[in-house]
């Protein structure tokens, strides 16, 4: 199928040194190749402005001011994270409601995009693809990290929300399918192994 716009939905991006970030730089870039317009709706706890538009190597990217996510504390990074779609909602309203899109592209981390992106599926009436790199909260129940108590179903219910609202989940393992296949073999959900990549002409260190 051949997409005119895409949105890469992600909660951080370039200069960020996150792998996400750098990954979906690379795959955005790509993008251009098959897409007319590609746009990334990214957070930033670092602009003055509520949020901030610019062109980077072609791509139209969007950071929303909110508070630091990443490196934040556990609680302030899960409230933060719980307001996800509704800060980037309010701040980027006016921009989506003029900017449709084909498709919808999101990573996660984060599991809170379920909403924005319900949101904007039914909005603009297009496809959905989830890049799935982190089955959170098992891998923390997994660890010993989390109890499976209220906090663990709370985020649970999220991350179902978040995978309920994908055409496509990618994962990155054959045992991530086989996770989906023992515990939502009732959903159907599309599911494929996509395995982590980057650009190969350039360092992926900082300069």
């Not at 251009?32 to 139209?60: C, K, N, Q, W």
Request: net charge positive; glycine share 4%; charged share 25%.
């Amino acid at each position: 199928m051949k997409y005119t716009r895409i949105l890469v939905l992600v909660d951080c991006y370039l200069p960020s040194y996150k792998s996400g970030a750098k990954q979906m730089h690379d795959l955005s870039v790509e993008l251009l190749r098959y897409a007319s317009e590609v746009t990334v709706l990214t957070t930033s706890h670092e602009i003055s402005p509520a949020i901030d538009f610019s062109m980077e190597e072609g791509v139209r990217v969007i950071r929303v001011r909110t508070p630091r996510i990443k490196g934040a504390g556990h609680v302030a990074r899960a409230i933060t994270e719980m307001r996800l779609s509704l800060l980037v909602w309010r701040r980027a309203r006016r921009y989506l409601l003029n900017h449709p899109a084909d498709l919808i592209i999101f990573y996660s981390p984060s599991i809170f995009w379920g909403a924005l992106v319900r949101r904007l599926k039914t909005l603009w009436r297009c496809r959905t693809y989830l890049i799935l790199r982190d089955i959170f909260p098992e891998w923390a129940a997994d660890a010993g990290v989390l109890n499976r108590g209220f906090v663990y179903k709370l985020f649970r219910r999220q991350a179902i929300k978040q995978y309920d609202t994908a055409d496509v989940i990618a994962v990155q393992s054959p045992g991530d399918l086989a996770y989906f296949h023992r515990n939502f073999s009732e959903k159907c959900h599309r599911l494929e192994t996509l395995h982590n990549w980057t650009r190969l002409n350039e360092s992926i260190l900082p300069k």
